[in-house]
T-cell receptor
Framework: QKEVEQNSGPLSVPEGAIASLNCTYS??????FFWYRQYSGKSPELIMF????GDKEDGRFTAQLNKASQYVSLLIRDSQPSDSATYLC????????????FGAGTILRVKS | DTEVTQTPKHLVMGMTNKKSLKCEQH?????MYWYKQKAKKPPELMFV???????INESVPSRFSPECPNSSLLNLHLHALQPEDSALYLC?????????????FGPGTRLLVL
């Protein structure tokens, strides 16, 4: 089992819709959870981080964490073509020496 | 300000060349990282510096040599690279390796080894 799993996609949504990106992780001791956006040929850009169970909202983005289910998600409301990118889920845990462990990424395509 | 800068943006080198990648941050962060990213893959950790000391080396070949001259600077010295080392090299920094561990990435150096 991979440490951090994401559906590779592509996930296609129409402009204005809600995009839902999901991530599961294997280590119950995981402590910090991050979503990065990466445009083709560019570096990862931090979108959200979340440490506690529940929802965290920032503008059009909402991160959701459920530690019991070992699941973290990113919702993007009112999706725009400019949101088209690869979204990387990343997790830190003591088991990993607090290193950032990335999922393979989900490709999101927002169609206008 | 969450800016990490990297130079050069692009680098082409032969297998016998010696070159260096540079990274700089002025956020007062005490942890700095080098990652390698191949196309369509997530970043792969190479090295971690914490308080200017190498704390993690992910079994990287010795042709890659990191250096942390001070708390703001991180270098990656390259020597006798192979074509398969061609990739995007990313630098990142965080406040620490425990506690506040949010990592911010620089724009990367696109390396091509001929």
């Amino acid at each position: 089992q991979k440490e951090v799993e994401q559906n590779s996609g592509p996930l296609s949504v129409p402009e204005g819709a809600i995009a839902s990106l999901n991530c599961t992780y294997s280590d119950r001791g995981s402590q910090s959870f991050f979503w990065y956006r990466q445009y083709s040929g560019k570096s990862p850009e931090l979108i959200m981080f979340i440490y506690s169970n529940g929802d965290k909202e920032d503008g059009r983005f909402t991160a959701q964490l459920n530690k019991a289910s070992q699941y973290v998600s990113l919702l993007i409301r009112d999706s725009q073509p400019s949101d088209s990118a690869t979204y990387l889920c990343a997790v830190t845990a003591m088991e990993y020496g607090n290193k950032l462990v990335f999922g393979a990424g989900t490709i999101l395509r927002v169609k206008s | 300000d969450t800016e990490v800068t990297q130079t050069p943006k692009h680098l082409v080198m032969g297998m016998t060349n010696k070159k260096s990648l540079k990274c700089e941050q002025h956020m007062g962060h005490r942890a700095m990282y080098w990652y390698k990213q191949k196309a369509k893959k997530p970043p792969e950790l190479m090295f971690v510096y914490s308080y200017e000391k190498l704390s993690i080396n992910e079994s990287v070949p010795s042709r890659f040599s990191p250096e942390c001259p001070n708390s703001s600077l991180l270098n990656l010295h390259l020597h006798a690279l192979q074509p398969e080392d061609s990739a995007l090299y990313l630098c990142a920094s965080s406040q620490g390796v425990t506690g506040e561990v949010t990592q911010y990435f620089g724009p990367g150096t696109r390396l091509l080894v001929l």
